[in-house]
């Protein structure tokens, strides 16, 4: 699949998945750091389709109201793959997958590509409204994407593209309840735990990902949540679990996925400004996005320079 050369930013100011407010700053923040900028001084044409604004009641916070945003996001994903570009959601909490990984499925329904979901986070987000300790839906889309029972009111009573457990890839986890820990077994959801990562480090892993990917010419959906890293780098995230990702783990990991060619869009989700100092978060999160997206030092050359 060619790399596009035009990205759709969308915004998704949306916090009614998660009970910490300020999450709906996270696209304004993002924007304010420079990600336009940084993006455009790749080469890239980037169009900034501003933020979306569904039409459910201010301060709703129930399924139909979550299902509101997860249709426009899905449209203007999707959208935006059929002309060609890559769609980057700005969010907002996690909630907002609901929509961005339901917009790829049914564009890649059409295109015949299997859809695969790297998800660097702490959390593994494959709660259901029976098991959720919390009751908020920002740690459930995963569940729901997959056809996990209790979420009928999120989606059109047609059928629908579900998600594949199996090509999902967990990434970071270090944080996970009980109920939904039996779940992610039964569906043999694959799992890069932080403990994988400190055994192996983040290269072989993510090689093998990959290369899964692209034996299978499928389509890579990557959804990068502020609380993979470690708080000391990124405090602006209201589900904050020590021992993350390092600055280096993380551009490490974007390199190659910019590397793969196989990135189709990706989500930055759960930025809270309200909880961030002076930036720092945003100003992470820009770095990284332009990792993905080409930055590098120098090009680096096919084969390694011989010893003399």
Known sequence: MPAPS?????????EIGTSEPGAVMGPAALRTAGLLRVLRDLGFTVRDQGDLDPDCTPGQRDLPAIRSWMTEISQAVETALDGGS????????????????????????????AVFVLWLDAHADFNTLETSPSGNVHGMPLAALCGEPGFDDLFDGGERPLLDPRRIHLFGLRSIDAGERAIVTQRQVNVIDMRTIDEFGVVAP???ILDRVAAANGYLHVSFDVDFLDPAIAPGVGTTVPGGATFREAHLIMEMLCDSGLVGSLDVVELNPFLDERGRSARALVE??????????????????LEA
């Open 86 to 113: 890559l769609p980057l959601v700005a969010g907002g909490d996690h909630s907002l997958s609901l929509g961005s990984i339901d917009g790829a499925l049914r564009h890649c329904g059409r295109t015949g590509q």
């Open 288 to 305: 990284l996005v332009a990792s993905l997206f080409g930055r590098r030092i120098i090009d680096r050359p096919t084969e390694p320079p």
């Open 206 to 208: 993510l090689r093998r």
């Open 6 to 14: 035009t990205i759709d930013l969308i915004g998704a100011p949306i």
